[in-house]
Nanobody, 124 residues
Framework: QVQLVESGGGLVPAGGSLRLSCLASGRMFSIYGMGWFRQAPEREREFVAWIRWSGDLRDYADSVSGRFTISRDNTKDTAYLQMNNLKPEDTAVYYC?????????????????WGQGTQVTVSS
């Protein structure tokens, strides 16, 4: 079992920055890939970013590429999402997630463990 807790959300003006954190507890955090997803009201949950367990491979949704950076510190069992140049359309609840199987995936249905989410609101 892996438990995930997100933090760092808030209200920021357009162009601002936030850093989200995802603290993991349980077994073998360091061998799992980590994903960040988001869900806006009345929209489906969508992929934002993914990082391999070793931290040497990343992937981003086109909508955030160049603005968001995913990272992790396995010594702290924590993954991060640095979000710069935020836009109103980035407003959503952001979730971190991981899955038992290794390997990349942008499909939220393939993830087994989820945090409770943290709200990010970007004002125009």
């Amino acid at each position: 079992q892996v438990q995930l807790v997100e933090s760092g959300g808030g209200l920021v003006p357009a162009g601002g920055s936030l850093r989200l954190s995802c603290l993991a507890s349980g077994r073998m955090f360091s061998i799992y890939g980590m994903g960040w997803f988001r869900q806006a009201p009345e929209r489906e949950r969508e992929f934002v970013a993914w990082i391999r367990w070793s931290g040497d491979l990343r992937d981003y949704a086109d909508s955030v590429s160049g603005r968001f950076t995913i990272s992790r510190d396995n010594t702290k069992d924590t993954a991060y999402l640095q979000m710069n140049n935020l836009k109103p359309e980035d407003t959503a609840v952001y979730y971190c997630a991981t899955k038992r199987a290794n390997g990349y995936s942008s499909d939220p249905h393939e993830y087994d463990y989820w945090g409770q989410g943290t709200q990010v609101t970007v004002s125009s």
